[in-house]
DNA sequence: TATGAATGAGTCTTCATTCAT
DNA sequence: GATGAATGAAGACTCATTCAT
């Protein structure tokens, strides 16, 4: 994805066990900033958990935001390819639906600490970002909308009830996520995406 | 729950539009604190938007995180309520739950400033306020869950799932709310209301 | 000028050498700037010359560039007042010149360090705070003018060359002196006052 | 100046519109630090206009400072080229003075750039740069004196009054030319120099 | 000759809080 | 009860320069 490009010039980047400054940067910021917040985070600790000095961080990102900006993509990027994958997969709409909401809880858990800062953190990404953000966001929520109204059209979803809200509804739950699961407790993530996809699916089945 | 008490002494607090200045300090707390998050929010802000001077803050509230503190203790004294009243209802557990969801909605979209700030909030609050929150939290989860396994033991819940997990599911969907509805969209607070609760108590039901 | 008003409320401002801390920050300010350049002195110095905390002269000045701005809204009282006084006196328009000339190198000379200061830094004041200054300046300027246009039309003074730009040939002179008059020099402030005053007259002269 | 120098090895330096990167970056650095100041440009700012990059730069201009000193040296050798050739002509002392002052204007105003930088950057320059400066600049202001002297000795410039400060007088006119002076003014660079030209010989002129 | 990574000291500013009155 | 002065630690960010290639 970066590699070969012929001859490289300048100073090429000191990694540490292979992974770049940009790297450490951006693992140091995931975790930190899911621990104790964006404001809660200095660019101090950040660059000291990274082990990098402040100057190379900003080297690479224009500003503390922009760290927090690219966290943001790489969860939205992940989260888009994953929907994608289950929508197009050739099963029964319900099971279809069944399947993205176990998907989602899954990564959702996998990556709790992404999951922790994205709705507690938004309101602090710059304006431009935010923007951004939402947008994207927009669009996941758009591709499981139209699989719910898929299944009100073959009549195996009620339709009593609107799309728009039942995502919300769905979503909500597992965007929730990071505020009471923690590794250690009893429920494991399959039992939690089992469970929830399961509740979600005889919600809006018709009876 | 403050006021009455005889007799009073000294000088009377001044009022503005009839409300004393810890008031309108909590009032100016919640509208910026959910406008610009906690750490956004400087003291200075908030006192000036009270129309009180910092020395003054200071004489009522020990310190900002106080302030914060105080305006959760309200919303959990309000949902508590809340819940107890509509748990103490003489009527089929199902609607029961069914009621309790759309109470919780409507109150949680009456008071979306608060709901707001509870999640996304809460650990910015002192270790020891934010250790009674949960605490406080927990015991209204736990008022919640007795009512689902009540639904459970009486047959009218499925019991393949488990009771602790559909609570985390409901208020999920729940919590998540200021992180869409907005007063201007399409979707009034009885219609989520009722959404949810039907989406919720359908998905529990036993077939 | 800003003494009795009754009562005074809150803790009263500390005073070294009954010199108050803003007054103290300006003084500072102005030898540092003069000697150092507004760019080349740090907020710190500025603070440690004036024997104040950093933070206590945030309380005072919005930002470093309110601390010069306020050194410019001195140095342009001054001057008004003194060219006002000139223009108002009872003399021959030509006398009346030369006394403004005279007046304003040794109030310059007097001030040599606000002089040195004035245009050296005027680009690196906020661009609002320029504009005010500018337009100040130009009032100065306009006053001036408005003698040498008086002069033209009594036929003492040449028309032959357009007040506007004597203005500015006059007051470039004088403008200038920071950057080569010593106190240590052999010209005393009365010597460069007269030999400039002369020139600039002898100049606009009629023959 | 530079150029010539029989036969060239290595790579001929690369040119952009038939300008070297030292050339540019020279052109760039005039600009830059007319416009926001000395202190106001970074050297980032410097090699992105010039479109070169900053190791390039280093290895051109020991340090940002020798850039500035560059722009000195050449405003210092133009004018001294200038005021010689005017010196030796073969004229009238008080024409000469005339002709003097109107090509020291007409110069400053067609280098009003590298002017504005002159006095207002002359303290940022590196110690012993400065010093420098001066040494050169002050061979020229004698030059100059030379002149007003040689007119005082023939009687025809009045002696009432130094040479030395109607040198100061004349020039501070010049060097505040920057100050004022705009191209989309209404005043033209020849209009500037004959009245300052004319009110200097008029004023230092016997009667 | 030139690149781009990396440094590290330094910048201005903010802010919750305490203090003297 | 209330004021406004004062604190001091910490914050994000900049920048001239050096280094390894």
Redesign the interface.
Known sequence: MSAPEGRRR?RPPATVNGRTAPERLLDAALELFAE??F??TSVQDVVRAAGVTKGAMYHYFPSKDDLLHEIYLRVLRMQTEHLDTVVAMDLPVAERVHAAVVDVVVTTIENIQSATIF??S???LAEENQRQVRRERRRYHETFRALVVEGQREGVFRD???A???V??????????P??WRAEGD?SAD??AR??A???V????TR
């Open positions: 300048g104790k917040g404001d809660g709705f507690r938004l309101h602090q009593d009830v609107s728009e809200l039942a919300d509804y769905c979503f909500g739950s597992v965007h929730h996520l505020m009471w429920a039992e939690v469970t929830f399961d509740l979600f005889a919600g809006i089945a």
